[in-house]
């Protein structure tokens, strides 16, 4: 009768709870050692985000430029020659009376010498590629795909071209297309990403074709108001809708279909191809600040100061201590 007594009466919630914790502190080592084991830390995969970051330059804003790391070879030679001859560059300083600046911004580039910048970036690429080549894309090669009528040379691919014929080929595609400067730093940003995706070389024989992808892929993803492939088949009178189209197709599908540029590695290029016109003295114009660019400059940051006086004020303490008290004047700038 005592059995069956016990067996009716429920047992007591501490009773249970005390059941329910045994229950939970058993675990199976087979088990833990298994999941353990498949099991990975957060900072290793971090880790090997950093690894690829170097790899991936047009990805990673953090990551040096393929361009700029071509040309510093050259730039110390530069550098060098020009301290044994005692050459010396005229430089303007601004001074009281006088202040000297580019319009060029990271938002708004000079177009000129955007695309001066640009074509140098691609002459050291083509100048100091690597020495293995690469894998090779028959898209990409001027003698299967030419862009002209004319016969292609047999030594075509060892004949390096100069800086200029490359500023002339870009100048002519971005003039007739009517592209602005962002698309040209967008066009350098596809270009490293396909030879990094790709794995492959730009040379002689293949750089116009991949220049022109660039610029097709960048002009259709950048400007509102995209320039059309049959478009481009006006520029370059003797290519073919269809080869425009394949060559599209090759540059998406290599590229992964990644055409995102953020902006962070928007800006990245903008300033290394500052860098990149600095080292090889390729500096941006400079005019004096005139009356009217001044009056535009006081009129944008007065735009910006009403647009965060309000998150001012709402900052501002509404009470402090006389004897802490050291606040700064704020004075407006006045430009005449």
Not at 119 to 143: C, M, P, W
Request: hydrophobic share 35%; net charge neutral.
């Amino acid at each position: 009768m005592g059995a069956t007594t016990s067996c009716c009466v429920p047992a007591s919630p501490k009773r249970r709870r005390n059941a329910h914790a045994r229950l939970e502190s058993f675990t199976d080592p087979e088990l833990s050692r298994e999941d353990s084991c498949t099991l990975q830390h957060i900072s290793d995969r971090e880790h090997v985000d950093e690894l690829n970051m170097e790899s991936n330059p047009a990805d990673h804003p953090r990551a040096g430029t393929i361009f700029l790391s071509k040309s510093q070879t050259d730039v110390r030679e530069k550098r060098a020659s020009v301290f044994i001859n005692n050459a010396t560059t005229r430089c303007k300083h601004s001074s009281c009376s006088t202040i000297f600046l580019d319009d060029s911004t990271v938002s708004q580039p000079n177009l000129k010498y955007t695309i001066k910048c640009v074509a140098l970036a691609i002459y050291y690429h083509i100048k100091n590629r690597d020495s293995h080549g690469g894998t090779v894309q028959d898209i990409f090669d001027e003698k299967l795909h030419p862009l002209s009528n004319s016969v292609v040379p047999a030594d075509y691919d060892d004949q390096e071209p100069e800086q200029k014929q490359i500023y002339r080929f870009v100048r002519t595609l971005f003039c007739s297309a009517q592209l602005t400067a962002e698309c040209a730093i967008v066009t350098l940003v596809y270009l490293e990403r396909l030879l990094t995706y790709a794995e492959m070389t730009i040379r002689p024989g293949n750089w116009k074709r991949i220049v022109l992808g660039a610029i097709l892929l960048a002009s259709k993803v950048w400007d509102d108001q995209a320039v059309w492939n049959v478009d481009y088949c006006q520029i370059l009178k003797d290519i073919t809708v269809e080869d425009m189209n394949e060559l599209e197709r090759h540059f998406l599908e290599l590229l992964q279909f990644n055409i995102n540029v953020p902006s962070s590695v928007y800006a990245k290029y903008y300033f290394d191809l500052r860098s990149l016109a600095e080292a090889n003295n390729l500096s941006f114009p400079l005019e004096p600040l005139s009356r009217d660019k001044a009056q535009k400059l006081e009129a944008i940051s007065r735009l910006c100061d009403d647009r965060y006086r309000e998150v001012r004020r709402a900052s501002r303490k509404r009470w402090s201590s006389v004897d802490n008290l050291c606040g700064v004047p704020w004075v407006p700038a006045i430009l005449s």
